[in-house]
């Protein structure tokens, strides 16, 4: 076994060859989407089933095409940010693929312009089955789109609505806070101060969130009015459309009802006690009488480090147990140099998973730097990519898209696979303890603290739709209110804590977004109950559910493991087994601590 981590990198020729042939096969897709656009422009409501499977088909194609040179140009500039080929190629990429998306947008408009009752025919053919959950979503915006000078005259505010958004982005991305992390004083950005919450050091932690707040507070009222100009703004467009609740665009984009939404974050709201122990256990781990926001994610316990090889072996052993078709993906994955592993000078940051086509593998970009958390991103990636994978055999290329609630529940359940492999297997106890912490912290991040923002929104919305201004004092005790009934007396919230809403990018960008993670958190948590109860039963069933790809709604995609989303009692049960995480937590810090 190799015991040095190599540099391995992308593979991109199974993309492209080179910026050059790139810009020739976007030419020739561009020549594609004119050709599409001149024999079906003003048909599109007269064709037949197998006319308008033809023609969903060639779309099918042309997309995988595009999606295979958009990716290329993405990865390329993932790999070198600064370089100026691969910035000329995005550019291009992006003008090409909004002017490509132009000549086809009316393929859309005028399959929603059908009337109901000859859709629904049409749908119920065999020749669309493929495409019918895809279409049928598509014809639930009918009701809320206006007439075209409407919706001209929307279209045309939209630049000031991004004026709105780019002044809040720039606001909290110039930041520029004076902070000595040790080395002496820095200027210091949003994240850089967040980053140190995860370090040993309680006084540097202690320090990096006073230092946030006293730069937020001369900030604080602009972004306040950002964000009442564009609550207020999406108040008055819902009101024009129709629709009736300030939520019911995202929860419609994430194809789950109003009910369903309301059910787990109540059941959410109602199991903060777990937290709470966990607070209290950790305050004792860490010597304190009570926990203060800077320690919520102090690191506990000293793992071990993990060569690039030994994180290979966790994943391809834990896929392996589960079900060995994940483990073989996983290879063929890593065997054809589709993932880069190593941090460089000019490489994007984090880690993502980029599904291509039917015919080539999805990428994954890693920053691995030997931690224990960088062996379940691995894990957490590959949950993507074998998702895209199978999603891709099992649907067409539109069908196998998922929403953003669907999309991060394989990850996450890939991701649990690992941990709990590593959690049987590991005797390090150090490390085994901050597994556990880990895994429990990521879960109450994704849960509750994202619930918790949601509800934020819903009453910064009820404030402003009672006609009462979004001022940065208001916004300041709603996020107290919503943020105290999480926390409770288990954690002291700072009183700079109170502009902690100000600068969240979700609020300002895509409103509700968070209760999706809170979502995909949850439904893994209830998969991986029915997986423990009966894992032979249960393996082959969750594949099927990751070859279904996007091809119903989420609802109808889980409903095969008995779960009925809607109900109350479904989310509870989740909440058992994230107290089964808890106990293990308690129990496995404790037993490093002798
Ligand atoms: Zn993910």
Same mark, same amino acid.
């Given at each position: ?10 593979? =991109? ?42 023609? &969903? ?34 550019? &291009? ?100 101060? =967040? ?90 781990? =860490? ?18 480090? &993990? ?53 080539? =593998? ?5 920053? &691995? ?226």
């Amino acid at each position: 076994m190799a015991t040095t981590d190599q540099d391995i990198r992308w593979e =991109l020729s199974d993309l492209c060859s080179d910026a050059d042939e790139a810009r020739e096969h976007w030419d020739a897709a561009s020549a594609r989407a004119r050709d599409i656009a001149t024999r079906y422009r003003g048909t599109v409501g007269e064709l037949d089933a197998p006319a308008l499977r033809e023609l &969903f088909d060639e779309l099918d194609d042309l997309e995988q095409e595009l999606s295979r040179l958009g990716v290329y140009s993405y990865l390329r500039l993932s790999m070198a940010a600064t370089e100026v080929e691969a910035n000329d190629l995005a550019t &291009f990429s992006r003008e090409r693929s909004a002017e490509i998306e132009n000549d086809l947008v009316f393929v859309g408009l005028e399959w929603i312009a059908i009337a109901d009752d000859r859709a629904e025919q049409l749908l119920a053919s065999d020749e669309l089955a493929a495409y019918a959950h895809k279409l049928r979503v598509e014809r639930l915006e009918k009701p809320y789109v206006l007439s075209e000078a409407e919706e001209q005259a929307l279209n045309a505010r939209r630049p000031m609505v991004s004026a709105w958004q780019s002044l809040h982005d720039r606001q909290v991305s110039t930041m520029e806070i004076p902070f000595d992390a040790g080395d002496g004083p820095e200027p210091h950005g949003v994240s850089r101060l =967040l980053s140190y919450l995860y370090r040993p050091e309680r006084e540097l932690r202690l320090r990096a969130v006073d230092a946030l707040y006293e730069g937020l507070e001369p900030r604080v009222d602009v972004l306040a009015a950002a964000y009442d100009a564009l609550v207020g703004d999406r108040l008055t467009t819902d009101r024009l459309r129709g629709y009736t609740s300030p939520m019911q665009p995202t929860n419609m984009a994430n194809e789950l009802d109003d009910e369903t939404v309301e059910a787990m974050m109540s059941a959410t709201e109602e199991s903060y006690g777990i937290a709470h122990r966990w607070f209290a256990a950790k305050a004792e781990r =860490l010597g304190l009488d009570k926990l203060t926001l800077a320690d919520q994610y102090a690191p506990i316990g000293d793992p071990r480090r &993990f060569t690039w090889d030994e994180a290979v072996d966790v994943v391809d052993r834990s896929y392996t147990r589960f079900h060995p078709r994940l483990a073989e993906i996983f290879r063929e994955c890593v065997d054809a140099g589709h993932v880069d592993v190593l941090p460089r000078q000019g490489k994007a940051t984090g880690a993502y998973c980029t599904s291509v086509s039917k015919t080539i =593998l999805p990428y994954v970009l890693m920053n &691995f730097t030997n931690r224990l958390r960088d062996v379940s991103t691995l894990a957490h990636e590959f949950g993507h990519a074998t998702h895209n994978v199978l999603a891709l055999e099992g649907q067409t290329y539109r069908s196998h898209r998922v929403g953003l609630p669907l999309a991060e529940v394989p990850s996450t359940f890939a991701q649990s696979i690992a941990d709990d492999y590593l959690l049987e297997n590991e005797t390090d106890v150090g490390t085994r303890a901050a597994l556990a912490a880990d895994r429990l912290e990521n879960a109450f991040a994704a849960i509750y603290r994202q619930s918790v923002l949601a509800r934020f929104e819903q009453r910064a919305y009820a404030v402003r739709g009672e006609g009462r201004s979004l001022a940065a004092e208001r916004l300041n005790e709603l996020w107290w209110e919503e943020n105290g009934k999480y926390y409770g007396d288990s954690l002291e919230m700072p009183d700079g804590y109170r502009m902690g809403w100000s600068y969240i990018p979700h609020f300002i960008h895509v409103r509700f977004y968070t209760y999706a993670y809170s979502f995909a958190q949850l439904v893994a948590l209830l998969l991986y109950r029915r997986y423990r109860e009966d894992a032979k039963a249960f393996a082959p069933k969750y594949l099927d559910l990751l070859r279904a790809g996007g091809s119903a709604s989420p609802a109808d995609l889980v409903a095969p493991f008995g779960l009925d989303l809607r109900s109350p009692d479904t989310w509870r049960e989740a909440f058992a087994e994230l107290e089964a995480f808890c106990d293990e937590a308690v129990t496995l810090t404790a037993q490093a601590q002798q």
